[in-house]
């Protein structure tokens, strides 16, 4: 089924301790988008300025990402953020933040891309997350991305997104922060009775959590990656990959949403490999097909 994805598209400078990567391509939607294609068709909107060096037309060549919804501005400039991890590359500080053309107003979402049936709303205000959802019409499963900044100080407004979609996917901080409780489970319940039907926390190196509003419970460990150079994207590009599998089977019963969560981990160990993109860029759909047999094969007993 038809897949949309809305977010930032970003000019990045990172660094590691394995090196520097300076003005890569980046964003939530340009991760999400990679990592959905080799699932499903991808429908794409976001918005750049007339400075952005990036050609996404090259970028998403021989890939299904329809590209329909780019605005580009022509007095804007591009989101540009720029951060370095630590050794542990679970550490990281954000050196600068440029929000440009993200601190306008939201792209319109495409005529033909409003019939979507499934939608991620990818990191960012969620006040416009609402106003791109109430662009769509009837979507069928809805998945949300959010960050402690809009917890904190637009609260209020996320609470309201939470009564609109079906799956809030939130790392193990922000469950915390949100739910106002330290405990995993007992924290995703509380959210879980804000709105949603399944929240997805992310846990970083320690794999991630799927609670459903039936009680149901799933917990998965990270693919056992041997080397990480780049951090940045993989927890967009999970959910591209996670989303992208619901899309292709069409349906997100419960059963469904453990197998999404599975290939959306492997789907972001291979981006982790490398700098920006490389490392989805490299692969093929039965590489990723392997890395979920050995996951498969290491958490079974």
């Not at 391509?25 to 499903?40: E, N, R, T």
């Not at 037309?57 to 590209?67: N, Q, T, Y």
């Not at 992208?244 to 969560?261: M, R």
Request: negative net charge; aromatic residues 10%; hydrophobic residues 45%.
């Amino acid at each position: 089924m038809s897949l949309l994805v809305t977010g930032s598209i970003g000019i990045d400078t990172v660094k590691t301790p394995y090196g520097v990567s300076e003005n890569c391509l980046g964003g939530a939607a340009v991760y999400f988008s990679m990592a959905a294609s080799f699932f499903s068709p991808v429908r794409f909107v976001g918005v750049i300025g007339a400075d952005c060096p990036f050609d996404l037309a090259k970028v998403f060549a021989g890939r299904d990402v329809d590209l329909a919804g780019l605005e580009v501005r022509a007095k804007s400039k591009t989101f540009r953020w720029a951060g370095t991890y630590h050794e542990d590359m679970d550490d990281r500080t954000t050196d600068c933040v440029e929000l440009n053309v993200l601190a306008e107003a939201p792209p319109a979402v495409p005529e033909k891309f409003r019939d979507s049936k499934f939608v991620f709303l990818a990191n960012t205000a969620p006040k416009l997350q609402l106003e791109l959802l109430g662009q769509v019409n009837e979507p069928v499963f809805v998945a949300a991305d959010t960050m402690n900044l809009w917890i904190e100080s637009y609260l209020g407004d996320l609470q309201k997104l939470l009564k609109k979609i079906d799956c809030l996917v939130i790392n193990e901080d922000e469950v915390r922060l949100l739910a106002r409780e330290h405990n995993l489970i007992k924290a995703a319940r509380k959210i879980l009775d804000m709105g949603p039907k399944a929240v997805i926390v992310k846990k970083g190196e320690s794999g991630s959590l799927l609670y459903s509003s039936g009680g149901e419970k799933f917990l998965l460990p990270a693919y056992p990656a041997d080397e990480v150079k780049d951090p940045t994207g993989a927890g967009d590009s999970f959910a591209g990959g996670f989303m992208g599998y619901l899309a292709q089977k069409g349906q997100a019963d419960f059963e469904n949403l453990k197998a999404a969560v599975a290939y959306g981990t492997v789907t972001a160990s291979f981006t982790i490999n490398d700098f920006s993109l490389k490392g989805l860029q490299a692969i093929k759909r039965t590489d990723i097909d392997k890395r979920l047999e050995v996951l498969r094969q290491i958490t079974r007993f």
